[in-house]
């Protein structure tokens, strides 16, 4: 069974910046490095969705909503996925989970997550 451990989440004001992590264990194995990664959001009230993923050749993608503001990143000898939050806004309070990515799907049990609260 793959664990999934989401750090790194806070307060911060409006323009502030956050660095999220995400360190996979248990049955990831050795696997880490051939699996698509994703950062996923929920807000209050809304659905969970997908907000940044990277492939096994660190190809990235982002919804639009976070372009040229956040940076996901991997390090697969840690087994850890890193979300750099650049120029937050409130509309970015949600809280954040990691998982792999399958077709667009995410594939294991979501970790515990961690909150962002952007509010001055």
């Known amino acids: 069974q793959v664990q999934l451990v989401e750090s790194g989440g806070g307060l911060v004001q409006p323009g502030g910046s956050l660095r999220l992590s995400c360190a996979a264990s248990?049955?990831?194995?050795?696997?880490?490095?051939?699996?698509?990664m994703g950062w996923y959001r929920q807000a209050p009230g809304k659905q969970r969705d997908l907000v940044a993923s990277i492939t096994v050749t660190s190809n990235t993608n982002y919804v639009d909503s976070v372009k040229g503001r956040f940076t996901i990143s991997r390090d697969n000898a840690k087994k850890t996925v890193y979300l750099q939050m650049n120029s937050l806004k409130p509309e970015d309070t949600a809280v954040y989970y990691c998982?792999?990515?399958?077709?667009?799907?995410?594939?294991?049990?979501w970790g515990q997550g961690t909150q962002v609260t952007v509010s001055s």
């Open positions: 998982n792999r990515v399958r077709d667009g799907t995410a594939v294991y049990d």
């Open positions: 248990g049955g990831i194995g050795g696997l880490f490095s051939l699996y698509t």
